[in-house]
């Protein structure tokens, strides 16, 4: 249900759908069923290329008429993410030393991010994972940067674009070991 709220304007196939929720596709499937029962999603046909053919399948998106979208978008929000175990999870991979989270944590879906990590010797394949756990948990896709402190400090320094939108805009800090944020 997350998935279909947070990508209100997607059409995904029960392969995206299993893929993107991490479940199998049985679970999707039966998953499928029921939300399309009460109403919050419909079928649609997509068409998708795959080696240079185009494949029309079944695909499921947000029921437009669905009324209880935004109430339940803000329940799930404030229920399933828990920011201070979004700092532990991140900060594993690597010597952060700067979490924030904006955007979708702040209720604003236009802001350009929702994580900005800053950090050295991140592990790239642990936070791809890390941030594939999140994108499932929470049903939508991050937006997200992750900078060397040392580009960060210079980025900071000439009063970067997309980091004074975060600074300017809601947003809260998660870590800040260097002061970046005062």
């Known amino acids: 249900m997350k998935l279909f709220l947070f990508s209100p304007e997607d059409t995904l196939t029960r392969v995206e ?9 049985r679970e999707a499937q039966r998953e499928l069923r029921l939300l399309k029962s009460v109403g919050v999603i419909r ?16 695909g499921f998106g947000l029921h437009p008429d669905f009324v209880h979208a935004q ?11 828990d920011r201070r175990d979004i700092a532990k999870r991140i900060a594993r991979h690597g010597k952060v030393q700067l979490i924030v989270a904006a955007g979708l ?12 990590v800053v950090g050295d010797d991140i592990k790239d394949r642990g936070m791809k994972g890390t941030i594939a756990d999140l994108e499932a948990e ?35 800090v998660l870590v800040d070991r260097q002061g970046f944020a005062s």
């Open 17 to 25: 759908i299993a893929a993107r929720a991490r479940v199998s596709k």
């Open 105 to 116: 944590f702040q209720n604003d879906e236009e802001g350009r991010l929702d994580l900005l």
């Open 71 to 81: 109430a339940f978008r803000d329940l799930f929000l404030s229920v399933s993410v």
């Open 43 to 58: 079928e649609r046909v997509v068409t998708r290329e795959a080696d240079g053919r185009k494949r029309r399948s079944p």
């Open 138 to 172: 929470i049903g939508r896709q991050l937006r997200y940067a992750i900078f060397p402190t040392a580009d960060f400090r210079y980025r900071l320094g000439m009063c970067d674009r997309l980091v004074r939108d975060i600074f300017d805009y809601p947003h809260e």
